[in-house]
């Protein structure tokens, strides 16, 4: 929890603190950020016992044979309220977890679905509404038996934000194998809600070249460049985060089968372009996933004469 209030505080310099207690606390954000999601109308719930999460469930959602156990958090939330996508934009912190899990096992990233974007006064903002499902890959040990039975427990760290914002933990847990009734459940589950997840671009139909990065004297423009009989039709594109690179959001486009992803280093200026960027092509309201390795755009040279 103390690491993300740090990063709320790095991120949101603007903002107030309003209230804190164990289980959360609640944080003005900047004016502008309040209105990136729309708001559910008047606040009627200011009291410390208030959660903007209705329920979390951590579920087995696939008993993993050999491999990884498919786990997810499901979260229901109240009206108006929205968690944040991995990349949140210009405010807000995704979620984290927290594992407890028996000796040599691994939990994998967090994997969200395709989220919703807002933008108001130039701010970009990703986020999830309503119910969401967030996919966590489980790997065993190689010793552990596969016919054992085991415990998984989490502590979910999260940022809701509807006029203001809350930032929260909520503990859960799960056994391995669940019961029957349970594994039922997190599979229809699952089932109704894995069309919200990006597929491989190879289901739209679209490959994509290499991102090409070009130096603007202020941050690395980067374009990568779709290709495939409806590449024309991709309507946007939500980058992934980047280590040591700030995204200009507002500046993020795709037009005409090319992406742009302005971003600026965060070591300053003499920074290479990243080795890899990726995201989401958006069409048809559907997500597809891209990743491509960046170069520099090769610079023309001129014969120089004396």
């Known amino acids: 929890m103390s690491k993300l209030l740090t990063m709320a505080a790095a991120l949101l310099i603007q903002a107030v603190v309003v209230a804190c207690v164990s289980e959360f606390s609640q944080v003005d954000l900047v004016a502008a950020d309040r209105k990136a999601f729309p708001a559910a109308g008047p606040e009627s719930q200011e009291s410390s016992s208030f959660s903007p999460l209705r329920r979390v469930e951590l579920l087995v ?10 786990m997810g958090f499901h979260i229901d939330l109240e009206p108006g309220w929205h968690l944040y996508w991995t990349n949140p934009g210009d405010a807000g912190l995704a979620p984290a977890v927290r594992w407890t899990l028996p000796t ?11 989220p919703e974007k807002s933008v108001e006064a130039g701010l970009v903002s990703y986020g999830h509404s309503n119910s969401v499902l967030l996919l966590c890959d489980i790997t065993p040990s190689p010793s552990f038996q596969a016919a054992g039975r085991w415990e998984a427990a989490a502590v979910l760290e999260w940022m809701a934000c509807r006029e203001s914002c809350i930032v929260g933990e909520t503990a859960v847990r799960a056994v391995f194998p ?6 039922r459940k997190g599979r229809s589950l699952i089932k109704a809600l894995a069309p919200r997840f990006p597929r491989p671009l190879s289901a739209a139909g679209l490959t994509a070249g290499a991102g090409r990065g070009e130096w603007t004297g202020a941050a690395w423009r980067i374009e990568i460049a779709l290709a495939g009989r409806r590449a024309g039709e991709v309507t ?11 995204i200009e959001n507002a500046g993020v486009s795709c037009r005409n089968g090319k992406v742009v992803l302005p971003v600026v280093p965060s070591k300053g200026s003499g920074s290479p372009p990243p080795k890899e960027v990726g995201g989401i092509v958006i069409l048809d309201g559907a997500g597809y996933e891209v990743k491509v390795p960046v170069a520099p755009k090769a610079r023309i040279s001129f014969p120089q004469w004396r």
């Open 61 to 70: 959602l696939d008993a993993g044979g050999s491999g990884p156990v498919k």
């Open 178 to 183: 669940s019961a029957a009734e349970s594994l």
């Open 104 to 114: 040599g096992f691994a939990a994998g990233p967090l994997l969200h679905p395709v």
């Open 236 to 246: 946007d594109f939500f980058p992934y985060p980047l280590d040591d690179y700030v």
